[in-house]
Nanobody, 124 residues
Framework: EVQLVESGGGLVQAGGSLRLSCAAS????????IGWFRQAPGKEREGVSC????????YYADSVKGRFTISSDNAKNTVYLQMNSLKPEDTAVYYC?????????????????WGQGTQVTVSS
C-alpha cells in the first residue's frame, strides 16, 4: 500500500521559513517522482515543486523559484520542501504527491497518490 505522510506545516510570520517532509512507503522510491501541490481556499490545486531523484529532474512553479528548495533523501524515502522568505500568499494546504511522470507538477492528472495534506499559514 502506497503511503505519503506529510509533516512540518504550521504558522509562521511573513519572511520566515518552514520545512515540509513527505515520508513515502509502498513503492520503489527511485522510480517515482515526488512532489508538492498546494490549495488555498477558493483556488485550484497547483503544483509547487516536484523531483525525481533517479535523474534529479526538478520543477518549481514560478511563484516559488528562488525561495523554495526541494530535495530527497533516498535512504529515508523522504522528500523535503524547504520554504524560505514565506509570503501570506503561500498560505495553503500543502499536499505530497507521487507519480511516474516527473512533470506531474504541470500535469496533475499524472499524480497516482496523494498525502493527507498539511496546513501552512503565513501571517502578515
Amino acid at each position: 500500500e502506497v503511503q505519503l505522510v506529510e509533516s512540518g506545516g504550521g504558522l509562521v510570520q511573513a519572511g520566515g521559513s518552514l520545512r515540509l517532509s513527505c515520508a513515502a512507503s509502498g513503492f520503489t522510491f527511485d522510480d517515482y517522482a515526488i512532489g508538492w501541490f498546494r490549495q488555498a481556499p477558493g483556488k485550484e490545486r497547483e503544483g509547487v515543486s516536484c523531483i525525481r531523484s533517479s535523474d534529479t529532474i526538478t520543477y518549481y512553479a514560478d511563484s516559488v523559484k528562488g525561495r523554495f528548495t526541494i530535495s530527497s533523501d533516498n535512504a529515508k524515502n523522504t522528500v523535503y520542501l524547504q520554504m524560505n522568505s514565506l509570503k501570506p500568499e503561500d498560505t495553503a494546504v500543502y499536499y505530497c504527491a507521487a507519480g511516474e511522470n516527473p512533470f506531474m507538477c504541470v500535469y496533475s492528472n499524472e499524480v497516482k497518490n496523494w498525502g493527507q495534506g498539511t496546513q501552512v499559514t503565513v501571517s502578515s
